[in-house]
């Protein structure tokens, strides 16, 4: 069972460095203007990594924030592993569509975008698919694979493809999250394999599960975390046998975005699971990473903490779809408005065309 094995498997990503002189140009650019060094605390820090990531100093307003929520159903949904009378996953992504919902409410507060992308959703026959749709769903992670090696290789593609996309039409941030019944079980199973410990160090309560529940899933966990165990040094073959299309699509969004220099929010434990994989695989991408908030996820908190990412907020917000992370921007946006310099003029906010 888990021991203390580090995870070395890597394939070649051209990750760039992050600019340390520009950081340490915008420390001193704040230290001669607003006083001692680390006055202003963390914002100073947001201030130095946004500077890192964008190689500016001072750093560049966001101009155009988009959140990309990765959404796909978890055959392992099946053995009862998430709170009764949760919803499916078809039913949560046309809730978080919504103009009236919560999403929208938080994504106005923050002058962003939002976008979905359906990996694996299973949907109605006849329902007509998008385009980065790559299967209907995952496989029950216990006693078979989440995915084979052509749907591994398709949702990694359709995951960086997507992050080409929003750059080159302007995005200079993303927040990520995730929609999907049975997922925060596959992350936990992800994040055991990948940090080599106990599945009952990482098995939450997920979509608000009962102590019958929490047992049900601790026992899948464990199941496909036997699976995935001798491949643990793998990352992508773990995401494979015990994640699923969605974690490796959003896996291809964070090295993407490390790959293309383009900072990221990240939020929730599905998302925390994908950016241990993409480390793993892409070595270095971590530093084009912001964490949102550590979480009430055992599995999220460990991620972050093998990662070296300490949260900006702690709000106990249990809901992956990057709400979080719309609370995170204007945080960001006071750390570029307090460097000297900064042209503040143009407000930030979507494109209005969109």
């Known amino acids: 069972m888990p021991g203390s094995d580090v995870p070395s498997s890597a394939v070649p990503f051209d990750i760039p460095t992050v600019d340390a002189e520009a950081g340490a140009r915008t420390r001193g650019s ?10 202003f605390g963390r914002l100073e820090d947001l201030a130095v990594w946004l500077a890192e990531v964008q190689g500016t100093e001072p750093p560049r307003p966001l101009h155009r924030r988009t959140a990309v929520v990765v959404a796909g159903d978890h055959g392992i949904a099946a053995r009862a592993v998430s709170a009764a009378g949760a919803p499916t996953t078809s039913a949560a992504v046309r809730a978080f569509l919504a103009e009236d919902g919560p999403t929208a409410a938080l994504a106005a507060t923050a002058r962003a975008q939002v976008r979905l992308l359906d990996i694996s959703v299973r949907w109605p026959v006849g329902t007509e698919l998008p ?16 995915a084979d090696d052509t749907t591994v290789a398709a949702a990694l593609a359709a995951g960086r493809a997507f992050v080409d996309a929003e750059v ?9 999250g995730s929609i ?48 995935a165990w001798p491949h643990r040094h793998d990352a992508r073959a773990v995401l494979r046998i015990a994640g699923g299309p969605d974690l490796v699509a959003l896996t291809g969004v964070l090295i993407q975005a490390a790959v293309r220099r383009t900072p990221v929010v990240l939020d929730g434990v599905v998302a925390a699971a994908c950016a241990l994989a ?77």
């Open 30 to 39: 704040l230290a001669r203007y607003a006083g001692p060094p680390g006055a």
């Open 131 to 146: 385009p980065s749709h790559v299967a209907d769903g995952s496989g029950a992670i216990d006693v078979a694979d989440a």
């Open 168 to 176: 080159d039409a302007g995005t200079d941030i993303l927040l990520v």
């Open 180 to 227: 999907g019944r049975g997922a925060t079980t596959a992350a936990a199973a992800v994040i055991a394999a990948l940090a080599a410990v106990e599945p009952v160090v990482t098995v939450g309560r997920g979509s608000g599960i009962d102590d019958i529940t929490w047992m049900r899933k601790a026992a899948a966990v464990r199941d496909a975390l036997r699976r």
């Open 278 to 354: 993409a480390e793993a695989l892409a070595p270095g991408a971590r530093r084009f990473w912001l964490a949102a908030q550590s979480g009430p996820e055992p599995a999220q908190t460990l991620a972050l903490s093998r990662l070296d990412l300490p949260a900006v907020l702690e709000l106990g917000v249990r809901a992956d779809a990057a709400a979080a992370a719309f609370a995170a921007l204007p945080l960001l946006d006071a750390a570029v408005a307090l460097c000297p310099g900064t042209d503040t003029t143009d407000a930030p906010g979507p494109d209005p065309a969109l």
